[in-house]
């Protein structure tokens, strides 16, 4: 905005000169009018391009070089002899502006390219008026002068406002951090809590209750409740797997809890996983994963399933595999959950799905995903 206003503020002596007093200093009052439309609208435009980016590119300050320097010959040309260094030369000051615009956005290196090219322009345009370069007691030369200093006075303003930015959003970042880090700190240790009650009211519960002799661990129903248990142990142990596979083992240990609220006990077997699974994969497996054991509830008349991992050769599958009455795959309607909610969820992760199954030989799930 402060350049927008810098660069403004030069185009006041050329409003000054557009009434009937501009042919006193203008061969061409027209060509003066033309002028200051362009200026206008060239500003017009690099305002536009700057509201859309947020800044100013390299490639608009290259243009708004080119066009400052073309309007200094234009300049000169146009304007009556003895006013070549007065303030009807408006081009002269408005490339001060555009020097700013140069130190504020190029690089040093670029910065020392441009400033040389702005200045023999401007040099060459009143050389090419008065027939020679301007006297020093003319000012002009002080004013090319101010323009360079004021260039790279903008330039190191700016490099340095930009340090401090850049220290301000670090030291933003390590703040935002460290409470992310704080607030999954205190989100595991809420899990930890309620895995360690779980673990009370369930695992430890058996083995005291058959240590103390409590329960006769040969019944029927007794070995059903030590298989849950160690279930929900194994589970655990594929939640606290490496950390790049946590989620993907965590989202596996969910389906199988969810599974066995509705009656399926779930034997899950974690092996290795990829160092870094997409969510979207992650998602896709475990949705999966849960609808495939909804179906083993709903359709396979057992109450057992097994769930396990394979990581080979890039590919990663994931078996949900049954012994219940099993059914022709091929004879599957269209609406079916297989197709609509396993097969679609996988198609939208990236992977597929084969299923293995014969009428009383059990079905066997695999979701497959290519790793590479």
């Not at 690099?46 to 243009?63: D, E, I, N």
């Not at 027939?131 to 200093?149: A, D, K, Q, Y």
């Not at 005291?208 to 329960?215: E, M, P, Q, V």
């Not at 014969?358 to 066997?364: D, F, R, V």
Request: proline letters at 3%; glycine letters at 8%; charged letters at 20%.
């Amino acid at each position: 905005m402060l350049l927008f206003a810098q660069r403004a503020s030069y185009l006041l002596p050329a409003a000054s000169s557009l009434g009937p007093s501009g042919a006193v200093y203008y061969r061409s009052p027209v060509l003066n009018l033309a002028m200051v439309a362009v200026v206008l609208a060239w500003n017009m435009v690099l305002g536009v391009a700057v509201w859309r980016r947020g800044w100013f590119t390299s490639r608009y300050v290259v243009l708004d070089i080119a066009v400052t320097c073309a309007l200094l010959f234009v300049m000169n040309g146009n304007l009556r002899d003895g006013f070549e260094l007065s303030a009807a030369n408006w081009v002269a000051k408005f490339a001060l502006g555009t020097a700013a615009l140069a130190g504020a956005v190029f690089s040093l290196s670029r910065l020392l390219v441009a400033l040389p090219i702005l200045v023999l322009f401007t040099l060459a345009a009143a050389a090419l008026r008065s027939g020679g370069l301007p006297p020093l007691e003319s000012g002009f030369l002080n004013h090319v002068n101010s323009s360079l200093w004021f260039a790279v006075l903008l330039h190191f303003m700016r490099r340095y406002l930009t340090a401090q930015a850049e220290a301000v959003d670090a030291a933003t970042a390590r703040r935002i951090a460290a409470e992310t880090a704080a607030a999954a700190g205190q989100a595991r240790f809420a899990e930890r809590l309620r895995q360690f009650r779980h673990l009370h009211d369930t695992v430890l519960a058996t083995l005291t209750a058959i240590s103390r002799g409590g329960l006769d661990h040969r019944t029927e129903a007794v070995r059903a409740r030590c298989g849950r248990d160690a279930e929900y142990v194994r589970r655990l142990i594929a939640e606290e797997g490496p950390e790049q596979a946590t989620s993907l083992g965590a989202r596996l240990a969910a389906a199988a809890e969810a599974a066995d609220a509705i009656g399926v006990r779930v034997h899950l077997l974690v092996g290795e996983l990829p160092d870094a699974i997409p969510d979207r994969v992650v998602d896709g497996i475990g949705d999966a994963t849960r609808e495939a054991l909804n179906n083993v509830a709903r359709h396979a008349g057992t109450g057992r399933a097994w769930v396990t991992t394979d990581w080979t050769d890039g590919t990663l599958t994931v078996r949900i595999v049954d012994r219940g009455r099993g059914f022709t795959p091929d004879r599957t309607t269209s609406g079916s959950g297989l197709r609509r909610s396993i097969k679609q969820r996988m198609r939208e992760a990236g992977g597929y799905v084969q299923v293995f199954s014969e009428p009383g030989e059990g079905t066997c799930v695999e979701l497959v995903w290519d790793g590479h």
